[in-house]
């Protein structure tokens, strides 16, 4: 009798615990900026962030410029001009993942996989998670990734996401459905284009 009273009040305990951590989940958007700057140009960019089971997810849309002068410098500005005006209508958005302790989010314990199994999946298969709405509704599927390998250098890990046919100055929504750490589906809104400073 002892011992199933005393398995009652755990079972009670835990759901009680459990019940209140779910109500600290955070989902709403950071009013938060990031600058990117490069050859004494710079940019400043909104992001969007949720905080869900102990991680961060935070999505910023970077300036396609940036990655042009990135590539080519600015001594060739009308270059760099004329890439533009034939990829303006490409997004590049930033995502990171950061766990609150700064562990290693690939470990099995967070994606339920071995380590190699999800860094193939951050690699390959994530791009299949994301797409981007249109203020119309039009769905536009992902449609290139790339994982920023860091080697637990930094606290986080980091994918571009690249989609085309997006009219230049098009608000759009980032849903990711979170398979690899089974959070669920997450939105992030993007109202501003990216400033030029």
């Given at each position: 009798m002892k011992g199933t009273l005393l398995v009652s009040v755990l079972l009670v305990s835990v759901l009680l615990f459990a019940c209140k951590r779910?109500?600290?989940?955070?989902?709403s958007l950071s009013p938060d900026?990031?600058?990117?700057?490069?050859?004494r140009m710079g940019w400043k960019s909104r992001?969007?962030?949720?905080?869900?089971?102990?991680?961060?997810?935070?999505?910023?849309?970077?300036?396609?410029?940036?990655?042009?002068?990135?590539?080519?410098?600015?001594?060739?500005l009308p270059a760099v001009d004329s890439i533009y005006q034939s990829h303006k209508d490409e997004r590049v958005i930033e995502v990171e993942f950061k766990h609150d302790s700064r562990d290693d989010l690939l470990k099995s314990k967070y994606t339920h996989r071995d380590y190699e199994t999800a860094v193939k999946y951050m690699s390959f298969s994530l791009e299949k998670d994301f797409v981007a709405v249109t203020r119309q509704g039009d769905t536009i599927n992902c449609s290139g990734i790339t994982f920023e390998r860091n080697f637990?250098?930094?606290s986080f890990k980091r994918v571009?996401?690249?989609?085309?046919?997006?009219?230049?100055?098009?608000?759009i929504q980032l849903v990711y459905h979170d398979r690899l750490f089974n959070n669920g589906i997450l939105k992030f809104k993007f109202t501003e284009i990216p400033i030029k400073l």
């Open positions: 779910k109500a600290e989940i955070d989902y900026y990031k600058h990117y700057n490069l050859e992001t969007a962030s949720h905080h869900l089971s102990e991680i961060e997810y935070t999505a910023t849309w970077v300036p396609i410029q940036y990655y042009i002068i990135k590539t080519l410098g600015n001594e060739h637990n250098l930094a571009l996401l690249h989609f085309g046919d997006i009219p230049e100055d098009e608000e």
